[in-house]
């Protein structure tokens, strides 16, 4: 098993799946889909009907195709099968649940794809068109499924998936990302994550890794890319875009498109991939917003549509702050211009410098690190998403620097960089950064996270190995990911600068020592307490440096959202009645934790019972075809 496939959890599949809604009954027929090698591959078929042929969808999970029959099916058919257009085979992945029976070492995940491809492709109920749909390891093996080109193949929709395995995706800023490593080598284990440790400097193994997992030239599909500003896989998505844009298959490269929005990568808490809440925040401009597109994609495709899908633009975004969707033709869209906010004194972050040279001062000990509290994670004991950082900064152990509040909005589109000049007194420390938004009630929301172990400043190579003196100051930059943000009037930009984010990234010892004594990623060995400074004023301008989008015109926003939806009566109890919305849209309903509690299709006027809903609040959300969305709220009460 390639250790390609594998960024990714468990519990992203059966969160979002088990957040759909439970209506209506699915049934659906166990196939066994024959591979080369003579095994088969078990997988459910889910057939609107029994007459009819269908263009198919094809899932392939490494967690249990069990779970699609009772949370429901993807592109936001859940349990509405019989008014789909599309039928759908979910197959269990060799050596895993259903196809536990079919191990083979020598077997290729992407050559398992092509074989259940064209065999689908033969089927009596199959018209001979087949899409695949997935997140994370679900996404992952689409892209090895593609690069087989399997002629019946029409298109793909990756999730939060990337499938190259890069170096920075696991150390970033040379640090392991520790809890990643550990969720993955728990529901991977001898898949070879131990490489991660074993290899924390930049070599010719990594090369290889990343050489020979990134292959856009087999690429000969179109695919539309789904990911999320708050997933750890957002970086590596953007890039696969570009580069499928620059180098897949001439015939298919203007025909790439992605769609980012407010979401985490899944597995953790109540966020997934779509839904209304992540971390501590909602998003009801967004919520489901990826379903609407993806279908779309899918109709267009493998039904021959003339839905507008064409007329998308290639980059689909979400604007936090503002909470609107974007469209450009390139990211960072155009009109973006960098401005400087600098580090002064009393931890203010100013336009203007400071004018005289000083230090902030604070202690790192590994043995009381800074913690993890949500952000870009992938572990059942870590939150997920966007958090308030007020616990992180009232200890003592950081630098808080933030601006005023805000007399204008500040539209943020690209990447924030750090530019920062930093002494200890430890040969080897880190530097973490926290970007958040400051509300007016002051919470601290967290919206990104960098980091760099000071050793790997001049490049991640053994050869590129630097060690700090103490007395001397050195300059340093960090990137933030790419992200959307608008900070809205009234809030404040707010950097935090630590030497630690625990469990979520290892520890740095401070001695200048192994980093990983016995392979183990979470050793403390020795460790020392370090001074550490971060320096600002006319000969160390420590800034942060922001792409500043100048005119939000040059985007195209997207009518989607409306809130002039009236629910009559309100409070209700048995029935209510739902004015401002056109006929034969997709009525949603959600609870207060943004779990689908009822839902209608081809609404056609009627009074929708809500009988069996609980005394609450409760959201409303109508889709139409267009993919415009009315949002609407109203209480049950008995």
Same mark, same amino acid.
């Given at each position: ?129 087949? +899409?695949?749909? =997935?997140?994370?390891?679900? /996404?992952?093996?689409? !892209?090895?499924? *593609? ?5 019946? $193949? ?116 109540? +966020?997934?991939? =779509?839904?209304?809440?992540? /971390?501590?925040?909602? !998003?009801?401009? *967004? ?5 609407? $597109? ?119 589109? =690209? ?17 973490? $950064? ?205």
């Amino acid at each position: 098993m390639h250790i390609n496939y594998l960024s990714s959890f468990l519990l992203f599949s059966l969160c979002a799946l088990l957040s759909s809604p439970a209506l209506a009954q699915l049934n659906w027929e166990v196939i066994q889909i024959p591979m080369r090698d003579g095994k088969n591959l078990i997988a459910d078929l889910y057939l609107p009907n029994d007459s009819d042929t269908f263009p198919v969808v094809l899932v392939q999970t490494p967690y249990g195709k069990n779970f699609f029959r009772t949370a429901g099916l993807p592109l936001g058919i859940w349990h509405d099968l019989s008014n789909s257009p599309f039928a759908f085979v979910i197959m269990d992945w060799r050596c895993r649940f259903a196809s536990s029976g079919a191990c083979n070492p020598e077997a290729e995940r992407g050559e398992d794809g092509y074989d259940a491809v064209e065999w689908i492709a033969t089927q009596p109920w199959c018209n001979g068109k087949i +899409g695949t749909v =997935g997140p994370s390891a679900l /996404g992952n093996v689409q !892209y090895q499924t *593609a690069r087989e080109q399997p002629p019946h $193949l029409i298109c793909a929709i990756p999730e939060v998936a990337s499938p190259q395995f890069n170096y920075q995706q696991y150390l970033p800023g040379g640090v392991l990302r520790a809890e990643y490593f550990k969720t993955l080598s728990w529901l991977f284990p001898g898949s070879g994550f131990d490489l991660m440790v074993a290899n924390p400097y930049y070599n010719l193994i990594w090369q290889i890794a990343e050489a020979s997992t990134m292959y856009p030239e087999d690429i000969t599909i179109p695919m539309f890319l789904v990911g999320g500003w708050y997933d750890h896989n957002l970086v590596d998505n953007l890039i696969m875009m570009d580069t499928l844009v620059r180098a897949s298959d001439p015939g298919v490269r203007d025909q790439h498109k992605i769609l980012i929005g407010p979401w985490v990568h899944g597995g953790t808490g109540d +966020g997934f991939l =779509g839904s209304l809440e992540q /971390g501590q925040l909602t !998003y009801p401009e *967004a919520d489901g917003f990826n379903h609407v $597109l993806s279908r779309q994609f899918m109709e267009h495709y493998l039904l021959g549509m003339d839905n507008g899908w064409e007329n998308q633009s290639r980059y689909t975004f979400f604007q936090m702050g503002d909470n609107k969707w974007h469209q450009a033709g390139t990211w960072p869209p155009n009109n973006v211009k960098n401005e400087e906010l600098f580090f002064t004194s009393n931890q203010v972050l100013t336009a203007e410098p400071a004018t005289v040279n000083d230090a902030y001062t604070y202690l790192y000990d590994p043995e009381d690190p800074s913690p993890t509290i949500g952000g870009k994670t992938l572990s059942l004991q870590l939150d997920q998403g966007p958090f308030d950082q007020s616990e992180v900064e009232d200890r003592n152990d950081n630098v808080v620097l933030t601006t005023k509040p805000l007399s204008s909005p500040l539209p943020i589109q =690209g990447k924030i960089k750090v530019e920062l000049y930093f002494a200890s007194d430890r040969l080897d420390t880190d530097v973490i $950064l926290r970007l958040t938004d400051v509300y007016p009630d002051g919470r601290s929301m967290l919206l990104s996270e960098s980091v760099l172990r000071m050793r790997f400043r001049e490049g991640f190579r053994v050869v590129d190995t630097a060690f700090m003196q103490e007395g001397e100051i050195y300059s340093v930059t960090l990137d933030f990911d790419d992200i959307a943000h608008t900070f809205v009037s009234g809030h404040q930009l707010r950097l935090i600068i630590s030497s630690s984010n625990y469990p979520n990234l290892n520890r740095n010892m401070n001695n200048g020592g192994e980093m990983y004594p016995d392979n183990n990623p979470d050793t403390i060995l020795n460790p020392l307490i370090a001074s550490n400074q971060v320096w600002y004023g006319p000969a160390y301008p420590s800034k942060i440096i922001l792409p500043v989008q100048e005119s939000l015109t040059s985007t195209k926003t997207l009518d989607v959202t409306s809130t002039a939806v009236t629910v009559l009566p309100n409070p209700a109890s048995s029935r209510i009645e739902i004015k401002d919305i056109p006929h034969n849209a997709k009525i949603l309903v959600f609870d207060h934790s943004g779990r689908i509690c009822l839902q209608k299709s081809n609404w056609s006027g009627q009074k929708v019972d809500i009988s069996q809903l609980p005394s609450g609040i409760y959201l409303l959300r109508a889709e139409e075809n267009s993919g415009k969305i009315y949002l609407g709220r109203f209480m049950v009460q008995r």
